[in-house]
């Protein structure tokens, strides 16, 4: 009798401390995305609760992803990973893992332009522009400046 009360409080702590059994609901999916960041197929980012590790999550889902994955990119330190992988596996066998936080897809991201501005490559110099002459001062103080030589005249 003695013997079997440590470990029924041992078998309870340990069933408390990791999850056991799949969730009955799926975790958050957050599946962003527009005309100018369009969703990248099949990549997703996978945030995992604090404290569960990889293996655990291996365990879980009954693979190992790094073998199974088109890609694979663990950030430790964050406790996440990105991975391209089918969305049926995704959104099927992954999100009910209990150990995981939340999924989000993966986009493009849009360019660092503001909104208000043409996402179109603009050519720097116009090709009617006239060929510019540099001087090294003015005014006293020593800096390069460019000026229209059409000026000049």
Known sequence: MKALLPLVAFGT???SALPSQERSTPCPYHKGGTAREPLLKDEY???????YTLEEHYDFIGFDLSAKAKKFDVKNR????GVKIDEDTMHNIIRYDPGVLRVSHNMVLGSEKPWYKKYTLVNETDADDEPQKRWSRQGGMFHYSTGHINEWE
């Open 78 to 81: 964050l406790n996440m990973y």
């Open 45 to 51: 980012t996978v945030e995992l609760n604090p404290g």
């Open 13 to 15: 702590t340990l069933s």
